[in-house]
């Protein structure tokens, strides 16, 4: 056995290591883009623009209400509204702007984000789409053949309004980090991505504080998330005993799948 020999192997494993991390944080620091709301604006920051009628109650800044009371980065978030709360009849957008570093990447887009709800269930809610062609049309990332990923928020609070806009709907005062992974090929097809988010109240006014939203991140993952909160088995269906909208949800385990023919029998097989 020759000792020299192994101090040598020791020594350069280290190395490897050592290069592997450091290689690892370059990729990470060149592939990523945040807005935390705070200040410190730089050429990778993800752009943030409310829609501009006197309407919108999306307001940045030191949140103060019951239940959003502090920003998960202090000071400032991103609310509907930082003191009041929601009116009925409402509809407010902001939109995200992420100038695209991640063009020919093979690993999926992640956006990721911090959010609170206090709305009424199935009534009001939050809504969450995406564009790769400039806003000419927006999909909405809940069902989707092109979300990769997305998980981090209550089952609960995935729902549906006004029949079948999905969207997150009632109360979670807990910090949640929510995922939302692209598919690569959806993510490489233009050099901006655009994310809109979209609050709806009906004609009821129910004293509610609505969305309050932090800590937006993009990045590229060479990570496939293992914890799965929407698709944990390879087919769900839900509610089995309901006269209203039934949820198909099948497990994308790559880019090309999609359902392709759903077939319904009765108990004689019809």
């Known amino acids: 056995f020759n000792k020299q020999i192994f101090k040598d192997a020791i020594i350069m494993k280290?190395?490897?290591?050592?290069?592997l991390f450091v290689?690892?944080?370059?990729?990470?620091?060149?592939?990523?883009?945040?807005?935390?709301?705070?200040?410190?604006?730089?050429?990778?920051?993800?752009?943030?623009?409310?829609?501009?009628?006197?309407?919108?109650?999306?307001?940045?800044?030191?949140?103060?209400?019951?239940?959003?009371?502090?920003?998960?980065?202090l000071p400032n978030a991103i609310v509907t509204n930082t003191l009041n709360f929601y009116p009925k009849n409402n509809i407010s957008q902001f939109v995200l702007t992420i100038k695209n570093p991640y063009m020919n990447s093979p690993f999926p887009f992640a956006l990721q984000w911090?959010?609170?709800?206090?709305?009424?269930?199935?009534?009001?809610?939050?809504?969450?789409?995406?564009?790769?062609?400039?806003?000419?049309?927006?999909?909405n990332t809940h069902n989707n053949v092109n979300v990769y990923q997305y998980y981090g928020f209550q089952p609960?609070?995935?729902?549906?309004?006004?029949?079948?806009?999905?969207?997150?709907?009632?109360?979670?005062?807990?910090?949640?980090?929510?995922?939302l992974c692209l598919a690569p090929a959806?993510?490489?097809?233009?050099?901006?991505?655009?994310?809109?988010?979209?609050?709806?109240?009906d004609s009821v006014n129910t004293n509610k504080e609505g969305w309050m939203i932090d800590n937006f991140m993009a990045h590229t993952t060479i990570f496939h998330p293992v914890?799965?909160?929407?698709?944990?088995?390879?087919?769900?269906?839900?509610?089995?005993?309901?006269?209203?909208?039934?949820n198909v949800e099948v497990k994308k385990t790559s880019p090309t799948d999609?359902?392709?023919?759903?077939?319904?029998?009765?108990?004689?097989?019809?």
């Open 14 to 19: 280290k190395t490897l290591t050592i290069f």
């Open 23 to 73: 290689f690892g944080l370059t990729i990470q620091a060149q592939l990523s883009s945040s807005q935390y709301f705070d200040g410190g604006a730089s050429t990778n920051t993800i752009l943030v623009s409310v829609a501009a009628n006197t309407n919108n109650i999306w307001q940045i800044g030191k949140p103060q209400k019951t239940l959003f009371y502090s920003a998960a980065t």
């Open 114 to 139: 911090k959010q609170k709800l206090n709305m009424d269930s199935k009534k009001d809610g939050g809504i969450v789409e995406f564009s790769n062609n400039g806003g000419g049309t927006w999909q």
């Open 156 to 179: 609960a609070n995935k729902d549906t309004i006004n029949i079948n806009e999905y969207c997150f709907s009632g109360t979670d005062t807990t910090w949640r980090d929510i995922w």
């Open 186 to 201: 959806i993510a490489n097809f233009n050099d901006t991505i655009l994310f809109r988010y979209t609050f709806k109240s």
């Open 227 to 246: 914890k799965e909160i929407s698709q944990i088995d390879e087919v769900v269906v839900y509610p089995t005993i309901t006269n209203g909208i039934v």
């Open 258 to 270: 999609i359902i392709d023919k759903i077939e319904l029998l009765n108990v004689d097989g019809k």
